[in-house]
């Protein structure tokens, strides 16, 4: 079975400060997304990230995909009070290439203004 | 449409009741995916079709649950005989290819109250 862990689950800080969300497994995925979710919608995904070692940045975003596949990092520059949200990790093919996406069981961010 | 449009948005069912949630996709999206999610949680997959054919249903907890897309569009998630344990908000995603390897357009949700 695969599997993501994400940590940590539940993150509250002050406006202004940094922070960082770790999504690991052992098994390996052709690519890893990140979305977004506001309370009473979908997610919405942020960005996707397929070579191994890559870094993408989206505003204040940096998205990290683990050389061996395997992991990923979001990490957040001075978080301001609309980056509050579920943040969800996810993981594309690996032992079942059917275009289901596996997904993390989420990180909870409250920015505190 | 623009995006993934789910109905209805809430649903309050009898425990026992019958229930039928529908989904309909970006035009022209090949797969579609039902997920459900849990308060808080991550959501967690329930069964995928690629046009009309169900390709994978290993999700689905168990045979309460059934999802058709008959003409390869819209798509409806029916449960039979709701029990307390099935309230969540069920998400469908569409994606315009076989892979999900550039993401998918969810849906708003359907949230399922069984009392």
């Known amino acids: 079975t695969q599997l993501l862990e994400q940590s940590p689950q539940f993150l509250s800080i002050q406006e202004g400060e940094n922070l960082t969300v770790y999504c690991n497994s052992s098994s390996v995925f052709s690519s890893l997304q990140w979305y977004r979710q506001e309370p009473g919608e979908g997610p919405v995904l942020l960005v996707t990230?397929?070579?191994?070692?890559e870094v993408k940045k989206l505003k204040r975003l940096t998205f990290q995909f683990g050389d061996a596949r395997k992991d990923s990092s979001l990490h957040i520059t001075a978080a301001q009070p609309g980056d509050t949200g579920l943040y969800l990790c996810?993981?594309?093919?690996?032992?079942?290439?059917?275009?289901?996406?596996?997904f993390g069981q989420g990180t909870t961010l409250q920015v505190k203004p | 449409g623009a995006g993934v449009s789910q109905s209805p948005r809430y649903k309050v069912a009898k425990r026992g009741q019958d229930v039928a949630l529908r989904c309909d996709p970006i035009s022209g999206h090949v797969s579609l995916f039902w997920y459900q999610q849990a308060l808080g949680q991550g959501p967690e997959f329930l069964t995928y079709f690629q046009n009309e054919a169900q390709l994978d249903k290993s999700g689905l907890p168990s045979d309460r649950f059934f999802a058709e897309r008959p003409e390869g569009s819209v798509s409806t998630l029916k449960i039979q005989r709701t029990q307390q344990e099935d309230s969540a908000v069920y998400l469908c995603?569409?994606?315009?290819?076989?892979?999900?390897?550039?993401?998918?357009?969810f849906g708003s949700g359907t949230r399922l109250t069984v009392v």
């Open positions: 996810a993981g594309a093919g690996g032992s079942s290439n059917t275009g289901k996406l596996i």
């Open positions: 995603a569409s994606s315009l290819d076989r892979t999900s390897n550039y993401g998918y357009t």
């Open positions: 990230v397929v070579t191994g070692g």
